[in-house]
């Protein structure tokens, strides 16, 4: 397994995870009658971030050890 490919779907987790802020944040200023739309739209962002927890979990446990360190090293970096 590439480890780049870990670091990918980290990074689209993340933009996910941003999302779900943005859509919390909206959820405060959206009237009650249109929440609904929001919250389902809440619900998929959930979703897609537990979709990208569980395969960046799978995807790690099949990293070979000579490779954990270089993992290590690119999730650290700024």
Same mark, same amino acid.
């Given at each position: 397994?590439?480890?780049?490919? %870990?670091?990918?779907?980290?990074?689209?987790?993340?933009?996910?995870?941003?999302?779900?802020?943005?859509?919390?944040?909206?959820?405060?200023?959206?009237?009650?009658?249109? =929440?609904? &739309?929001?919250?389902?739209?809440?619900? %998929?962002?959930?979703?897609?971030?537990? $979709? $990208?927890?569980?395969?960046?979990?799978?995807?790690?446990? /099949?990293?070979?050890? /000579?490779?954990?360190? =270089?993992? %290590?090293? &690119?999730?650290?970096?700024?």
């Amino acid at each position: 397994m590439d480890t780049e490919k %870990i670091l990918l779907a980290l990074e689209e987790r993340e933009r996910w995870r941003e999302r779900e802020e943005e859509v919390l944040r909206e959820i405060k200023t959206t009237p009650k009658g249109e =929440r609904q &739309a929001k919250q389902e739209e809440l619900d %998929i962002i959930r979703e897609q971030v537990a $979709y $990208y927890d569980a395969l960046a979990r799978d995807m790690k446990k /099949s990293v070979n050890p /000579s490779k954990v360190s =270089r993992l %290590i090293s &690119a999730l650290m970096k700024p």
